[in-house]
């Protein structure tokens, strides 16, 4: 079972909560995060100043949800939402391992990193305009376009997905549909043996029965002539009953063979045997002619 045909199952599978358990992870891991007491007045201003269409809600809201929210509003597709973990992935080895971020910082990464798959791997995306409505408020136009530059310039603008990376970021997801896929393979290989196994036993009882039904036919035509012979008068023993018929036809054979026989293979005696002599008739005539010429 290859990677290629793994990768092609799980691309049609619809979104789950493991996928969206394992981006929080991966998100999680990229960057320290220092909790900050949030200022709600400023929160209720900007909510005045940006309306948006969903009721907000405290800005402490987790990641899990607010990738939840993301997916439900945007109606984002399994490739497009697993493609963000080569971003995140590359992201995490380019930021220094003692990095600290505000609340929000874990939000923008993921949200910068999906804007970006699904504009490189999409014909037609969600506008930035439309990100910040699916946000319910938490980041403005201006914070998502300034996170999605951030990443860009730590990328150097290099957004390619490679096969082989992608690969390597959904190993744990395609581990098991691989193994599934095996055992899947197993089981109609074992199958297949055993019904070639069951033909196989099948056809040779068959065999047996029809080898047994000749044989006691076989049997049943002995038993007959022997009978036969029995009552045949002058004790003609059932032998010579079949006997007779292949001396008969021993002479035929013979009397064939002779009439085929080359002329090179034939003496004379019997091809004068075959084919009489003809007497000729001399006739009156010549001998006048003989006698004339004599005198």
Known sequence: MSDKEALAIFSRQRVSQDMVNFLVSTTNSIIQVKPSKPDNNSYRQRLTKQPVIITPYSPTISLTEFIHNLIKYSNVQTPTLMATLVYLNKLRNLLPANSIGMETTRHRIFLS??????????????????WMKYTDGLLSQSEI????????????????????????????????????????????????????????????????????????????????????????????????????????????????????????????????????????????????LLSSRVY
């Open 145 to 288: 376009n300034m996170a999605e530059r951030e990443l860009l310039a730590l990328l150097k603008w290099n957004i390619n997905i490679k096969h082989k990376e992608l690969i390597i970021a959904l190993q744990p997801f395609l581990e098991p549909i691989k193994q599934s896929l095996q055992r899947q393979r197993e089981l109609e290989s074992t199958q297949r043996t055993n019904y070639y196994k069951l033909s196989q036993a099948q056809s040779r009882s068959n065999w047996s029965v029809r080898t047994g039904s000749s044989s006691a036919s076989s049997s049943y035509s002995i038993a007959s002539n022997l009978s036969l012979g029995r009552d045949m008068p002058h004790s003609i023993s059932s032998n010579s009953i079949i006997s007779v018929p292949e001396s008969e036809e021993e002479q035929t054979q013979q009397e064939v063979i002779q009439k085929r026989m080359p002329l090179s293979n034939r003496s004379l005696n019997m091809m004068y045997k075959q084919q009489p002599p003809v007497k000729m008739k001399r006739s009156t005539q010549s001998f006048n």
């Open 113 to 130: 990193a999906l804007i970006l798959a699904a504009k490189s791997l999409n014909d037609s995306s969600p506008l930035n305009k439309h």
